[in-house]
């Protein structure tokens, strides 16, 4: 039995900022296995970025527990998080999140900074990674110049570059042509191959097909399809 | 690992802020606006101060000392002779000289319908060339001459204070000092030079030895102006060549001092005008920066998606506005001095360049971008992630 990389332990999130509190998560528990390819899907408003965000520590449960390698997150310090999510979580979203004056080798090697790596490393890494996702040629190319398929494939060679294994993507295809979407899709799949954990968040079925195990959510709770 | 060199925080954040500023320079020239528009504030205020300081420098130097006092420790009163007086008057900047010796006791003044007044005044022996050192302001009447003293007429030029407590005291008419029978010649209410003799009563030298021959004389010099310090150094061998230790002169009432407080002034009034425009330029620096902040949430987000902590996102904008604030001072500063020259020259002065001045609003530039860098770095600090990746 793989080990269980995630585990999320019956955990509530609401949001206080509106008129009235709004409810995003409700006792929503889940394990997620090392190597693993999970999409959560459902409709706008169930969740599903909510969770991706507590995954990926950039938000903390109000309750439940989640647990990332055996470790309880919910009082880790901040700038404990923030180590760990540098050096172990990788982030896709839908609008690439590029750094529109940064070319591609400069926006990989961007979360590699704040792992104090030097300079020379840091090149080699990001390189690596583009190359990976078939992007060597594009190593100096600014965001720009180019095509959304390409801009996607530099966020997830940021997201993997310097050895992350957990990779949480939110709505990668969104802002691609189907041709592109698949060839994201595919080179998410060749690194859940090579042993990533991919956790993808769409609410496009064709997309989660790509997955080994779906999770929906509805309202803020978990559905099992 | 030999190649796992790790830099400091930071090294990172000034690395990042480089890059944020090179990737932005719009945003980067509307922040560094401030420490433009503060640190050439500063240097052309210093410049264009220094350069009135010149001015006002050379304005007073017309006004130098023009008045040296001589005296003596020699026992005999009558330590300096009229050969003495002529040997000075020939040095070169010595515009007129001549001997003062002033009572220590006050004499009782009086006149013919007045006998008993009570007004004591001192009464000064004054040479006719001493007078013209003087310079008193006459109110009515006229001052004695050379043949005054010559023959030894005993007028005098009286105080307008004792004029005014004085029945019958104008010009023409007797007075009594001491009982002793002078003719007022004049009313004075002011001296030039000579602060000494102002309020007594001044007679020729020669018809006061009644109450002067024991007194010390000193000389009154009047030189031009700037020559004071040089003459002063020239006269203990001018006057007494066999004895010059016996003398000792000193330029008097040199208007350096006064010089130097308006100055001061003037600086003091500069440097506070300097840093309210420094602050300002700090100000601007972080209001712009902290409306760069609201632009930039998406992008902090992202940092701290990527690992950066909160303090990694605080030294990146403090690094950012300092190193605005630098180069802004820079570029301040050297137009501060290209203004400075230019109004200088506009008006035909000569510019006074105050490079440590320039030097020191490129180093408060840098401090008030780090100031006000504050707030901004707070605010990035405080940055929700999830919340900021939303927008």
């Known amino acids: 039995m793989p080990d269980s990389l995630l585990q999320v332990e019956d955990v509530g999130r609401t949001y206080h900022g509106g008129v009235r509190p ?11 296995d090392d190597g693993e390819f999970l999409a959560l899907t459902g409709p706008s408003g169930s969740g599903k970025t909510t ?30 998080r923030a180590v760990l999510r540098g050096s172990s979580i990788g982030f896709v979203f839908q609008a690439f999140n590029l750094l529109a004056d940064r070319t591609a080798l400069e926006n990989v090697e961007l979360g590699l900074r704040y792992r104090r790596m030097s300079a020379s490393r840091r090149r080699d890494e990001a390189a690596a990674a583009l190359t990976k996702v078939g992007l060597e040629d594009r190593l100096r190319h600014l965001p ?7 801009q996607q494939r530099v966020a997830i060679a940021r997201a993997i570059v310097g050895g992350r294994t957990l990779l949480l993507c939110d709505e990668p295809t969104g802002n691609l042509d189907s041709a592109s979407a698949h060839q994201v899709l595919g080179v998410l799949t060749g690194l859940n191959d090579e042993g990533a954990t991919v956790v993808l968040v769409t609410h496009n079925d064709e997309m989660a097909r790509y997955a080994t195990r779906v999770l929906a959510l509805r309202d803020g709770y978990l559905e099992t399809t | ?83 003495d007086l002529a040997r000075i008057r ?22 013919v319908l007045d006998r008993r007044s009570g007004v004591r005044l001192r ?26 003293e010559n023959l030894a007429v005993p007028v005098a030029l009286v105080p307008e204070a004792a004029y005014r407590e004085l029945t019958g005291v104008r010009p023409g008419s007797q007075i009594f000092l001491d009982g002793e029978a002078f003719v007022v010649i004049g009313v004075y209410d002011g001296v030039a030079r000579g602060l000494g003799v102002l309020g007594t009563v001044l007679v020729p030298m020669s018809a006061s030895e009644r109450w002067l021959a024991d007194v010390p004389a000193e000389v009154l010099v009047e030189v031009a102006p700037g020559a004071a310090e040089t003459i002063a150094a020239q006269l203990p061998v001018g006057l007494r060549p066999d004895a010059p230790g016996l003398v000792s002169a000193s330029a008097l009432l040199d208007p350096d001092a006064f010089r130097l407080r308006i100055e001061e002034n003037v600086v003091r009034m500069s440097v506070a005008a300097s840093i309210a425009a420094l602050t300002v330029g700090a100000l601007i620096i972080g209001i712009a920066t902290g409306s760069s902040i ?58 006074a360049l105050d490079v440590t001045a320039a030097a020191a609003s490129v180093g408060f530039s840098a401090l008030g971008g780090l100031i006000g860098g504050v707030v901004p770095a707070r605010r990035a600090m405080g940055i929700e992630p999830a919340e900021a990746l939303r927008r």
């Open chain 2, 1 to 83: 690992m030999s190649d796992y060199r790790r830099p400091s925080a930071w090294l990172v954040a000034a690395a990042e802020a480089m890059l944020s500023i090179l990737g932005n320079p719009g945003r980067a020239f509307v922040v560094s606006l401030g420490a433009v528009l503060g640190a050439g504030l500063f240097t052309a205020t210093l410049g264009l101060t220094g350069t009135a300081r010149s001015e006002v420098r050379a304005d007073f130097d017309a006004f130098r000392a023009t008045e040296v006092v001589a005296s003596s420790e020699s026992s005999d009163p009558a330590w300096v002779s009229p050969e």
């Open chain 2, 90 to 111: 020939r040095l070169g900047g010595v515009v007129s000289a001549g001997l003062v010796r002033t009572t220590d006791e006050r004499v009782e003044l009086s006149t």
């Open chain 1, 144 to 150: 720009r110049e180019l095509s959304g398929g390409e």
């Open chain 2, 294 to 351: 609201a632009t930039r949430v998406a992008e902090f987000g992202l940092r701290r998606a990527l690992g950066a902590t909160p303090g990694d996102l605080g030294l990146q904008v403090l690094a950012e506005t300092a190193l605005l604030g630098t180069f802004g001072g820079a570029v301040g500063a050297s137009i501060g001095l290209i203004v400075t020259v230019g109004v200088a020259l506009a008006s035909g002065w000569t510019p």
């Open chain 1, 22 to 32: 709004v409810p995003a998560l409700r006792g929503v528990s889940l394990e997620v």
């Open chain 1, 51 to 80: 969770l991706l965000n507590i995954l990926g520590l950039l938000d903390r449960p109000d309750t439940g527990e989640y647990l990332f390698r055996g470790c309880a997150t919910s009082a880790l310090p901040e700038r404990r």
């Open chain 2, 123 to 148: 009464v000064s022996g004054v040479t006719p060339g001493a007078l013209d050192v003087i310079e008193p302001r006459v109110v009515e009447g006229r001052t004695y001459d050379q043949i005054h």
